[in-house]
């Protein structure tokens, strides 16, 4: 729903996609091996690009065995063909284990059911075993036509017009186990499922005081065990790649009862499926709750989770990364040659890339060889920097050492939350004050932002204080929109009092004034000549010098879950269309990527000027939907996209134009945005980047230690924000020619360019821009974000 119509054709393309016709051309689309969530999404993108390009697409039932079967496994997809499927886990074209496509006589009645119907471009979605199937279909394509026609199946004609196949894969894998991309299709929901059971079995376990052991899905990756790990900030977490070391019984048992001496109620314990020993011996999740009872006697239960990680409605990360890979996809067969090598279809950074598919394969396949040869460093780093530095910072932030082992540092470090509450923040702060601690700081809370400050709200806060805090929502420290400027005196005085040494301000746009105002006072006042950095935490992801800010990830997934409901809500009503009016300020991030993933037909953001014709138009849009199977449509407006055009103006507009032939109704989404129990994707981006801030800090404490420096110069202000894939850490007086302070949004955004992509498959005539891509690009060693972090969609 909310995403078709009956106008535009294929026939006048867009002047960036005119060298991409596909005319004459048909495309196959097949999901193969295991299922995962925002599979659908990737089918729907395919299929819609493809007819927008003017192609015929056609679906592939039941993996690689629907293409050996052929007949009506064979199907061509229709524009409706893939109306209401975003929201929906799994795959609706069916996945299935395949024997006989590992024959040559199973890939030549494979290649005889394509031929016939002209197929020879082939999207194939699946994990590394599927798409190695894939290429050795396109090597041999040429062979097996020939054979064909020497038996008599085809004729000269067919060999010589369909002489070549194209390949393009696209990585569905819950288990984030394929080298090359920073995320696959399904790893994020997969992620979503895991902690929504964590934080569940967290309420439970501190009643009785229990330890659970979770088992998770991963045979050969631990991916989602770490990251899993990470997010709730588990005691103790098990992989295939990083095995415990000897003696990690007496260890594990050793933390868990001081855990309990310390009056923690809960121990958690992760253990990924395919867990192992140095020896390489299996570690069961039953293995590890045994031996908790017998040398502890702790009550411990196990949880194993198995396809609930798997099943539900797709993440709206995986939505939104899908229908880009997807999109990718369909332009990279239409640009491809004879001599153009099966690619795979990645996400580095915010950017969807093309790399050649068998390199991919090859290095995850040398990590199993790693694992197998018990080169476990090695595995790791074949992992890429992302799990690297997933697993450096969760054993930073798990193990405290003891008082003895930490060199102290004499420097007092405080953090502090300003701004709107966002869901992330607490996992920031936990991240920062144990990171601290473990460089040896005095770890100071200042509650209620600038304001509290100001009041010497300011006590120190120790390592157990902040335990648990990753999975609640909201901002326990306390936080307001106050700017420091009329306190300057007194929180220079409170600087002095505590003997501030470095401050952490975590927070939107109101931290990136402050921290502005409060660089400009160091003529007047030498307490703030300290190191300063900012951590961007908004859901409205408007901090310049930031692709992401911590809570925009929860926010976009609250508005994509609601949409879901909504569009829920009329299934029993024919010809309904809803206004949905999003947070964000004049920042359209919420609203443009909240369409993208729930599939709306028009989404109205200040960025992007509109005026009364723009709105008729598309109230043509939907007039026109309205007439085919689809009656139903989606808008989303940001809430301060236009002083003139409201909620109500732009629904009063719909209902009076819409009469007689659909009706409308209006939701604006308020709070629910700020609150709820924060994402996977923003505990981990909360936690890594604060413990990034935090070494920043010490790096900058460590070189003026003994020398009584005053920090003046602007590099001891910043703001660390991530871009494409770094993490940069910039000085805030050079990211104010970003900035376009009368709206509080940076002056450039690189979510823009994803507009055109939802309108695409929308059905809007759209110039899609495909510069940034058109190339295959070298498989880099060490992908991910150079502090870990898959930069998302």
């Known amino acids: 729903m909310g995403d078709e119509d009956s106008s535009g054709s294929s026939a006048s393309l867009p002047k960036y996609l005119e060298h991409l016709s596909g005319d004459g051309k048909a495309i196959g689309v097949l999901t193969s091996g295991g299922d995962a969530q925002g599979m659908n999404a990737a089918v729907r993108a395919v299929v819609r690009m493809g007819i927008y390009v003017g192609s015929k697409v056609y679906f592939i039932y039941e993996g690689y065995q629907g293409m050996v079967d052929g007949g009506s496994n064979?199907?061509?997809?229709?524009?409706?063909?893939?109306?209401?499927?975003?929201?929906?886990?799994?795959?609706?074209?069916?996945?299935?284990?395949?024997?006989?496509?590992?024959?040559?006589?199973?890939?030549?009645?494979?290649?005889?059911?394509?031929?016939?119907?002209?197929?020879?471009?082939?999207?194939?979605?699946?994990?590394?075993?599927?798409?190695?199937?894939?290429?050795?279909?396109?090597?041999?394509?040429?062979?097996?036509?020939?054979?064909?026609?020497?038996?008599?199946?085809?004729?000269?004609?067919?060999?010589?017009?369909?002489?070549?196949?194209?390949?393009?894969?696209?990585?569905?894998?819950?288990?984030?186990?394929?080298?090359?991309?920073?995320?696959?299709?399904?790893?994020d929901s997969a992620l979503h499922?895991?902690?929504?059971?964590?934080?569940?079995?967290?309420?439970?376990?501190?009643?009785?005081?229990?330890?659970?052991?979770?088992?998770?899905?991963?045979?050969?990756?631990?991916?989602?065990?770490?990251?899993?790990?990470?997010?709730?900030?588990?005691?103790?977490?098990?992989?295939?790649?990083?095995?415990?070391?000897?003696?990690?019984?007496?260890?594990?048992?050793?933390?868990?009862?001081?855990?309990?001496?310390?009056?923690?109620?809960?121990?958690?314990?992760?253990?990924?499926?395919?867990?192992?020993?140095?020896?390489?011996?299996?570690?069961?999740?039953?293995?590890v709750k045994e031996l908790v009872v017998k040398q502890l006697g702790f009550d411990t239960r196990v949880t194993i989770l198995g396809h609930v990680q798997r099943g539900g409605t797709p993440s709206a990360f995986?939505?939104?990364?899908?229908?880009?890979?997807g999109v990718e996809a369909v332009v990279a067969l239409l640009e491809a040659t004879p001599e153009t090598p099966a690619c795979v279809v990645s996400l580095r950074g915010n950017q969807a890339v093309r790399l050649p598919l068998m390199e991919c394969v090859q290095m995850t396949q040398d990590v199993q060889k790693a694992m197998d040869e018990r080169r476990f460093t090695e595995a790791v780093k074949l992992r890429g920097r992302s799990f690297e530095g997933n697993l450096k910072t969760y054993k930073r932030l798990a193990i405290k050492l003891p008082d003895d082992k930490i060199p102290k540092s004499n420097c007092n470090v405080a953090v502090i939350n300003v701004g709107a509450?966002?869901?992330?923040?607490?996992?920031?702060?936990?991240?920062?004050?144990?990171?601290?601690?473990?460089?040896?700081?005095?770890?100071?809370?200042?509650?209620?932002?600038?304001?509290?400050?100001?009041?010497?709200?300011?006590?120190?806060?120790?390592?157990?204080?902040?335990?648990?805090?990753?999975?609640?929502?909201?901002?326990?420290?306390?936080?307001?929109?106050?700017?420091?400027?009329?306190?300057?005196e007194k929180i220079a005085e409170h600087i002095r009092s505590y003997s501030i040494?470095?401050?952490?301000?975590?927070?939107?746009?109101?931290?990136?004034?402050?921290?502005?105002?409060l660089a400009a006072a160091r003529e007047k006042h030498e307490a703030f000549c300290i190191p300063m950095v900012m951590v961007p935490a908004?859901?409205?992801?408007?901090?310049?010098?930031?692709?992401?800010?911590?809570?925009?990830?929860?926010?976009?997934?609250?508005?994509?879950?609601?949409?879901?409901?909504?569009?829920?809500?009329?299934?029993?009503?024919?010809?309904?269309?809803?206004i949905i009016e999003t947070m964000g300020g004049y920042c359209g991030y919420l609203a443009n990527m909240g369409a993208l993933a729930s599939g709306a037909d028009a989404a109205y953001i200040f960025e992007e000027p509109f005026d009364i014709r723009d709105l008729q138009s598309n109230v043509e849009h939907l007039r026109d939907?309205?007439?085919?199977?689809?009656?139903?449509?989606?808008?989303?407006?940001?809430?301060?996209?236009?002083?003139?055009?409201?909620?109500?103006?732009?629904?009063?507009?719909?209902?009076?134009?819409?009469?007689?032939?659909?009706?409308?109704?209006?939701?604006?989404?308020?709070?629910?945005?700020?609150?709820?129990?924060?994402?996977?994707?923003?505990?981990?981006?909360?936690?890594?980047?604060?413990?990034?801030?935090?070494?920043?800090?010490?790096?900058?404490?460590?070189?003026?230690?003994?020398?009584?420096k005053k920090f003046v110069s602007d590099d001891s202000v910043c703001l660390l924000g991530i871009r494409k894939r770094d993490l940069l850490f910039q000085p805030v007086v050079q990211l104010k020619k970003e900035s376009d302070f009368e709206h509080r949004i940076p002056k450039?955004?690189?979510?823009?360019?994803?507009?055109?992509?939802?309108?695409?498959?929308?059905?809007?005539?759209?110039?899609?821009?495909?510069?940034?891509?058109?190339?295959?690009?070298p498989l880099q060693h060490n992908q991910g974000t150079s502090f870990g972090e898959p930069a998302a969609i």
């Open 421 to 488: 509450p966002a869901a992330g923040m607490n996992a920031a702060v936990r991240s920062a004050v144990r990171v601290g601690i473990a460089d040896g700081h005095k770890m100071f809370a200042i509650y209620d932002g600038f304001d509290g400050f100001a009041k010497g709200q300011v006590k120190e806060i120790t390592w157990g204080d902040v335990g648990g805090w990753t999975g609640q929502g909201g901002s326990i420290l306390g936080t307001k929109r106050t700017l420091p400027g009329k306190y300057l």
């Open 501 to 517: 040494n470095a401050l952490l301000i975590i927070g939107g746009f109101e931290a990136y004034l402050g921290l502005l105002e």
């Open 193 to 287: 499922r895991i902690i929504e059971v964590v934080d569940a079995i967290m309420t439970t376990a501190q009643s009785h005081q229990r330890t659970f052991v979770l088992e998770v899905m991963g045979r050969h990756c631990g991916y989602l065990a770490l990251v899993s790990a990470l997010a709730c900030g588990a005691d103790w977490v098990f992989l295939p790649e990083s095995p415990p070391e000897e003696g990690w019984e007496e260890s594990m048992c050793l933390k868990l009862s001081e855990n309990r001496a310390r009056k923690k109620r809960l121990n958690i314990i992760i253990v990924s499926e395919g867990a192992i020993d140095s020896q390489n011996k299996p570690i069961s999740s039953e293995k």
């Open 318 to 325: 995986d939505r939104i990364l899908a229908s880009r890979m």
């Open 625 to 708: 939907k309205m007439k085919t199977s689809i009656q139903r449509g989606l808008v989303l407006r940001n809430e301060s996209c236009n002083v003139n055009y409201t909620t109500d103006f732009i629904y009063q507009l719909y209902s009076e134009e819409g009469k007689g032939v659909f009706d409308c109704r209006k939701n604006v989404l308020g709070h629910m945005q700020q609150g709820g129990s924060p994402s996977p994707f923003d505990r981990n981006f909360g936690t890594k980047i604060s413990a990034r801030a935090m070494e920043w800090i010490t790096e900058k404490l460590k070189g003026s230690q003994g020398t009584g």
């Open 748 to 777: 450039q955004h690189w979510w823009l360019k994803l507009r055109p992509l939802m309108k695409i498959l929308a059905k809007y005539k759209a110039s899609y821009d495909v510069s940034d891509s058109g190339k295959l690009e």
């Open 538 to 578: 908004t859901v409205s992801n408007n901090v310049p010098g930031s692709d992401f800010s911590i809570g925009a990830d929860t926010a976009l997934n609250t508005i994509t879950d609601t949409c879901d409901r909504i569009k829920q809500s009329a299934s029993g009503t024919k010809r309904r269309v809803f």
């Open 74 to 187: 064979i199907v061509e997809a229709k524009w409706e063909s893939v109306s209401s499927i975003l929201q929906i886990g799994g795959t609706i074209i069916g996945s299935a284990r395949c024997q006989a496509f590992r024959s040559r006589e199973g890939r030549l009645k494979a290649a005889c059911n394509l031929v016939r119907l002209g197929i020879t471009n082939l999207c194939v979605i699946g994990g590394d075993g599927s798409l190695t199937g894939a290429n050795i279909f396109r090597k041999e394509w040429n062979g097996l036509l020939e054979e064909l026609a020497e038996n008599g199946e085809i004729d000269e004609d067919a060999v010589q017009k369909h002489s070549h196949l194209n390949v393009v894969g696209m990585v569905g894998s819950i288990d984030n186990d394929f080298c090359g991309t920073d995320m696959t299709i399904g790893t």
